[in-house]
């Protein structure tokens, strides 16, 4: 039986990211494409739950491409995987994200989220990033996500893990390496940018930059500084299991 | 100088829980309250970076309760260290969630969010939430909260942990003690319902039920079926590192 890929993102169905994603991963296995129908970023791991949804067939070059669903990457998933599919995907791929998805954007990623959802499923997952804001060609991403999907649909991965990749934006023979990675702790510098609107009441607009504190060139941050692709083993369980045996000495349970 | 707290919550500056827990932080610190507007559950770590914010003084019996933010949880949060408070508080305590945030909710959650986003902005943050979906008297667990922030404030917390607190449901000479946990693996068998609309067009809802699989007393899911005060420390680091080590075998620097 042919192997059934699941593929979605944050950009929306209409991104270039999916569609040059999707034309690789075809050459590989079976594609149905599930995405939102708008742009989603920064939303983080939302579901929606107090509205409905809808799935709208899609067109590209006058030929079904996928369902446009208007809700979240994590939506989109698991309407994908609990519905619209008529089997269980063997694989999930989210992307190809416009822009990096690295170090404490991780958290905030719609991209990663989507992978993240297809992982809670039971299914293995990857999120793939591109990592540059300006005009991309998303081609040799694109063939380097079908090879790693290659590799992943023969060896799995462990249950509630994913694998985060970033790709540098860069011509392929700059492409320095692969490097498996953990996550940097880059954080943003961010501010409020205060302004008035026409009847004088003050609104915030959120700003900032992403500024990099990291040095490990083990980290994703630092990969893709150097020109490596980065693979960021990362997964949902998030105990701290040190600070769970540190705080047996808290004696908390004075607090009753 | 005095110890000056922010509170968040997901369920909305109006929600009970907020309020009850406002009143006994209070006996021990400053409070600022900065809280979504209306509830905002299952959001995950959304940030609003499309639209601009609001934040609208809040009032309750006549008096300045806080300020109602148009964003979701991490907005709140971020708006509130970053623009509305004069001085960096000394802790975030986000809640008291109306419902548990336990194993794979946690993800979803809002309430977590809150205190993630403080995390992330350095502050030591405690998510708090009551594990009844019913009619819920908060009086207790704001009593806790209050005391467990109290130690917080005089202890600290590691960089990048917070502390996720599920306080069970019952009458307060039933609480069988506290317990340090970890994050349970268990999740929701989710369906979508399927509709038509007035139009006949097709629509989902969705909707499922959550499944304890945890058997473990050291996960939260299980700490509260056991009418345990489950405190789970947790990190936002997702890094997998048993898989950093194991996926260096994988020999991808062949993929380029």
Do not use: C
Request: negative net charge.
């Amino acid at each position: 039986m042919a192997l059934h890929v699941l593929i979605s993102n944050d950009d929306g169905i209409a991104a270039p990211g999916i569609h040059a994603l999707v034309k690789e991963i075809r050459k590989i296995a079976k594609v149905t494409v599930v995405a939102p129908d708008r742009q989603q970023s920064a939303v983080g791991h939302a579901i929606t739950m107090n509205y409905p949804l809808r799935a709208i067939p899609y067109e590209r070059d006058g030929e079904f491409f996928g369902y446009a669903v208007d809700g979240t990457p994590a939506d989109a998933v698991k309407l994908g995987v609990r519905y619209l599919l008529k089997e269980r995907p063997d694989l999930v791929v989210s992307g190809i994200n416009h822009g990096s998805n690295t170090a404490i954007n991780i958290l905030y990623s719609g991209t990663v989220s989507a992978a993240t959802e297809g992982t809670v499923l039971g299914i293995p997952s990857i999120a793939v990033s591109l990592t540059t804001y300006d005009e991309a060609d998303f081609t040799y991403a694109a063939k380097f996500s079908a090879r790693l999907a290659a590799v992943v649909l023969e060896r799995g991965l462990p249950a509630g893990t994913l694998l985060n990749v970033n790709v540098p934006a860069v011509s392929p023979e700059r492409i320095a390496g692969i490097r498996i990675t953990r996550q940097g702790k880059s954080t943003w510098e961010d501010t409020f940018d205060v302004r008035r609107d026409p009847a004088n009441r003050e609104y915030f607009w959120l700003t900032g930059r992403m500024v990099t504190t990291d040095t490990d060139p083990s980290t994703d941050q630092i990969a893709i500084k150097e020109n490596y692709i980065s693979i960021s083993p990362i997964r949902y369980d998030l105990t701290d299991a040190a600070m769970v045996e540190a705080m047996k000495e808290w004696g908390v349970g004075d607090l009753k």
